[in-house]
Every structure is written in C-alpha cells, then in structure tokens.
C-alpha cells in the first residue's frame, strides 16, 4: 500500500481531531477545547511562523498526521523548522507513515530553503525511535523545561 501524504485542509477536521487526540492520549496529556479550536484554526492562518500540517492516508483513509512550524534562529539567516508532532494509527505502524510524514515535512522545507528540521521524543519511545535513527541522526541534546 502507498501512503499518501497531504497538507492539511478544512474538511479534514473530524479525521485531525482523532489523530491529534489519539497522539496526546499516547504521551498522556489533553488540552482544552479552547486549544482545539486555536489550533486548528492556526494551522490554516497565512503567516512565516504559524504553524502547518500534513495528513497521512492508507487507501484514502486518514491514518497519520504532522504538525510543524518554522522559526527564526541566531545561528542561521534561514529558519529552521520544528517538526512540532507525529502520529500514526497504532495498527498501521511499520508501513512507512511517519517516514512518509517526515520526508513530507523535510521536503516542504527545503522548498524555501530550510535543512534544519528537528524533533524531540520521549526516551521511551521505542516504536519512533527505531524510525528516527533509520532517517535521521540523533543530535545529543538533552531538553530541559522551565516549570
């Protein structure tokens, strides 16, 4: 099966709700109906920095999706971009969606002229990891949060 990869557009609000929920039950957190809305609405404002998403489809059913967002930086007169989350359908992983999302996102960005496309995940996740050091090197940097 071939994954289609898209960006993002108004009909698909039922299908990105799902799988954004789907992504934070994963990490075990929720946000608000507020940041619902905000995000979506977000995802389809013009501007350099707001964010930007793609869907995923397996046989034109939407299984996996990627928010990302450019962002200026002191060590470059190009931005970089943040590939912010990424999720596919826990029965389809292994067939190349997040690869597919990922490359999707990559491309994007060097269209204007960005190489610098990052991402963090948990250390226990295993399942993404075992794709993020087949596509891409592993910086080691730690995060660290303000509280």
Known sequence: MIVAVRPLVQTDHAAWRRLWTAYLTFYEATVTEEVYVSTWQRL??????EPKGFIALLEGKPVGLTHYMYHRSCWSLVNNCYLQD??????????GVGAALIEAV???????GVTNVYWMTHETNATARKLYDRVARRTGFIEYDLL
Do not use: C, H, M, N
């Open 106 to 112: 990559r491309q994007e960005a060097a269209k204007i």
């Open 44 to 49: 389809f404002t013009p501007g350099e920095f």
């Open 86 to 95: 990424l999720f596919a359908d826990p029965e389809i992983r292994g067939r």
